[in-house]
């Protein structure tokens, strides 16, 4: 019984330590509908096509009730896989487990912008489309990605 406990015991710890050194990135946007989506969409995509261990969350600041229906549609027209769970408000616990946090056009709570670990990218267009939402995120994205990958190489 207690070499069973022991044993449960190390898988836990081990498995802690793995989660915990999987980067996190957090992509957050007014509704958590639609920017973010995107943004977490093509992070992970790319970074799993180019062999970077972290992944990205989406979240918004006041969450609507469902994912935007033209960003999922954008989405699967680019052929990439929809993400099925509703939007929800950034949290506390995504702001601890963060490597990095990104504020899509809007401003994140006090307590993700004085983590030390946020960002924005003010520049995403709001009003001209899913192409050109999807390319300003993309440039983005595969900028984060070159950053992260470098970091990755030297540890």
Sequence with gaps: MIAQALIVLSVLTLFQRVVQAEPTVVFVCEHGAAKSVIATAYFNKIAAERGLRARAIYRGVNPQADLSISALKGLRDDGLTTPDLKPSAIAQADVDAATVIFAIGCTLPS?????????????????????????????????????????????
């Design 111 to 155: 307590t993700a912008t004085a983590s030390g670990k946020a960002g924005t990218w003010d520049d995403v267009p709001e009003d001209k489309g899913y192409g050109a939402t999807r390319d300003a995120i993309k440039r983005h994205v595969e900028r984060l990605i070159d950053d992260l990958l470098e970091k990755q190489r030297r540890e």
